[in-house]
């Protein structure tokens, strides 16, 4: 069965330092990883995906997240962090043949002015 | 343009009344599905719809119900809610085949069962 997983529940980091936020996967086939983020009272956004291609992937609001099939993991990054970064992370795998995801437990960052 | 709507945003049962949540998209999207949103549990999915016409059960189907009704609408029914079924409610679709294969998620429903 597909799954992911996210070992931190919360990463705390000060403005201005990079953030690495964590999550390994186990597919079977080649896997379909996504991130995406959750701000308060709100819906999920889609922050990027993994597909094929280049190893490391570059999204939205400056985030980057890299592929390691090594690893089974694809770590969601990004070099300066920002206050208003601060929200709920998800990763998730898209079910190979299907178009069900599975979504990790989700990680809360907060970034510290 | 309002992507994926959801209706209503708050509701609050007693345990054994039903209800129906409602979610409508406007992007011609083929999938669409049902999420519910529980502390430390992350996203676990209720039931989606490859399709219009078709449905099938996610991880955690017991106790709901849905109907594609079109391709625009896909609705979660509770026929007797339960405590259990507190939760944050999400509705999302998905055009297969679109480039950018991503999720497009409903502001929520917040459901308390008493």
């Known amino acids: 069965a597909q799954s992911v997983a996210q070992p931190e529940d919360q990463v705390n980091v000060a403005e201005g330092n990079p953030l690495t936020v964590k999550c390994t996967y186990s597919?079977?086939?080649?896997?379909?990883l996504f991130w995406y983020v959750q701000y308060p009272n709100r819906g999920l956004q889609f922050l990027l995906k993994?597909?094929?291609?280049?190893?490391l992937v570059k999204g939205s609001y400056g985030f980057e997240a890299e592929f390691n099939k090594s690893q089974t993991s694809f770590h969601l990054k990004k070099p300066s962090a920002l206050v208003s970064d601060s929200a709920l992370y998800f990763c998730?795998?898209?079910?190979?043949?299907?178009?069900?995801?599975?979504f990790g437990t989700g990680t809360r960052l907060k970034v510290l002015a | 343009n309002a992507g994926v709507t959801q209706t209503p945003k708050f509701q609050v049962l007693k345990t054994g009344q039903s209800m129906t949540l409602q979610c409508a998209q406007d992007m011609n999207h083929n999938s669409m599905y049902w999420y519910r949103q529980d502390p430390g549990m992350g996203l676990r999915l209720i039931y989606y719809?490859?399709?219009?016409?078709?449905?099938d059960k996610g991880e955690v189907p017991n106790g709901y119900n849905v109907s594609r009704l079109n391709k625009r609408e896909f609705s979660l029914r509770l026929e007797s809610a339960a405590p259990s079924q507190t939760s944050v409610y999400f509705c999302a679709s998905y055009r297969a085949g679109e480039s950018t294969d991503t999720q497009y998620f409903g502001p929520g429903t917040r459901l308390t069962v008493l």
């Open positions: 998730a795998v898209r079910d190979p043949g299907t178009y069900k995801y599975i």
């Open positions: 597919v079977s086939g080649n896997p379909y």
């Open positions: 993994y597909i094929t291609g280049d190893n």
């Open positions: 719809s490859a399709s219009e016409g078709t449905t």
